[in-house]
């Protein structure tokens, strides 16, 4: 049984930074690619960012590419979200994903494990 937890949420202005963590539990972790999406009220959950299994390779969606950054520490088994330049158009909550193969993907139905979602509200 996989267990993903994020954290790291919050509300911040416009123009800030907040860094989101994803803590994975019950597979060996390092074998595996995860991914950030996120959901905002009445719209459909989309992709963000996700990374391979060694860290090497990511991908970012237009609209967070050059402001976000994926990264993972496999030691730890967490895989992170660096938000910088928030905008009011990222408010959203953001669930993290555990894709069972090593390559990352940027479709919801391509990843098999989920985490609650964290809350992430910018304010203008």
């Known amino acids: 049984q996989v267990q993903l937890t994020e954290s790291g949420g919050g509300w911040v202005q416009a123009g800030g930074s907040l860094r989101l963590s994803c803590a994975a539990s019950?597979?060996?972790?390092?074998?595996?690619?995860m991914g950030w999406f996120r959901q905002a009220p009445g719209k459909e959950r989309e992709f963000v960012a996700a990374?391979?299994?060694?860290?090497?390779?990511?991908n970012y969606a237009d609209s967070v590419n050059g402001r976000f950054t994926i990264s993972r520490d496999n030691a730890k088994n967490t895989v992170y979200l660096q938000m910088n330049s928030l905008k009011p158009e990222d408010t959203a909550v953001y669930y993290c994903?555990?894709?069972?193969?090593?390559?990352?993907?940027?479709?919801?139905?391509?990843?098999?494990?989920w985490g609650q979602g964290t809350q992430v509200t910018v304010s203008s």
């Open positions: 994903a555990l894709r069972s193969a090593g390559l990352p993907r940027t479709m919801v139905h391509e990843y098999d494990y």
């Open positions: 019950g597979r060996t972790f390092s074998n595996y690619a």
């Open positions: 990374i391979s299994w060694s860290g090497y390779s990511t």
